[in-house]
């Protein structure tokens, strides 16, 4: 992925250090763009993310490169499927590196098509694992597209993806995409766009990043050319405990309860003869003590009334730009004419 940062406007973005912008950084931002930075965590993991611009990869001097995870593109909207998703996919998972995929979503497409061609390319080659990532949206463009309309198109896409993978999809974007996506998604995990920047600038909506991919132009071993690098933000062992599933077993209902048939204690059996002859009256001191009638009944003979019951493959050849000639902006482009602006 490579961002598509359009129109030059005459604002360089500077290198910023975590806190507010400088005043001329203030420039190049919104109100809201400008209210929050969120820096890393003191521990970070690198990875990696890649399409068919970077060629044919060697995935063992990747993961020999320290990297972790690596992400690879699976089509840029519907009209464009990768040429080395199929590869990729297959050779990040053998090598044991994290895997994900990103799709470049495209507004002005069915979101419905292009939601079903990422399961369908995945399925082909090869299908989910319990332990990969999830799918990634990658929102950069609005393909000339009203915000309304953009929102309810990634509304059905996402759904759609959670409903077919059972996770919660990420969203990558940048600050620059505020006005068009909006601050309603903030309830999806986010990967955000920011290179230059010490600490990146949240899009409107997200107080925290999952992932951050801060530069377009690394040099990662067994990769050809540049790459874009990025961080998870937290430790290894949270990495792999955020794509570990969660266990999903209720406690048993069937397990029975104490019987609830136990027969109580029982209540039929015989008191004490109360016909049973009394001593002679007769026979004793008619001075002496009877035996005392307040006394309590023998204990043992009542029983506690209130007892309780205890893809079809990769067409191997990519067709060109879907963009109308931004792809070479797309991210995981490679490409070194991009114009860092605002993030």
Known sequence: MKLNVGVVTGCALLAAACGPPTPAEQLCLSADEAALRTCPGPVTVPGVDVSFYQGTINWASVKASGQKFAITRVSDGVNYPDSKFTTNWKAIKQQNLIRGLYQFFRPGQDPVAQANLVISRVNAAGGFDPDDLPVVMDIEATDGQSAA????????????????????????TAAFMSGSVGSGFSSYPLWVANYGATCPTMPTGWAQWKFWQYTSTGSVAGIPGNVDRNQWNGSLTALVAYVTPKPTVKPDAGT???????????????????GAPKPDAGAHDAGSAKPDAGAPADAGEDFDAGFLDPDAGDPGNELGDGDGGFEGAVLGSGHTDFVQQCY
């Not at 929102?151 to 969203?171: C, H, N, Y």
């Not at 029975?256 to 109360?274: F, I, L, S, V, W």
């Open 149 to 172: 309309t953009i929102q309810a198109r990634m509304r059905v896409w996402l759904d759609r993806i959670e409903r077919a993978t059972g996770k919660k999809p990420i969203i990558y």
């Open 256 to 274: 029975p309860k104490p019987d609830a048939g136990t027969p109580k204690p029982d209540a039929g059996a015989p008191k004490p003869d109360a």
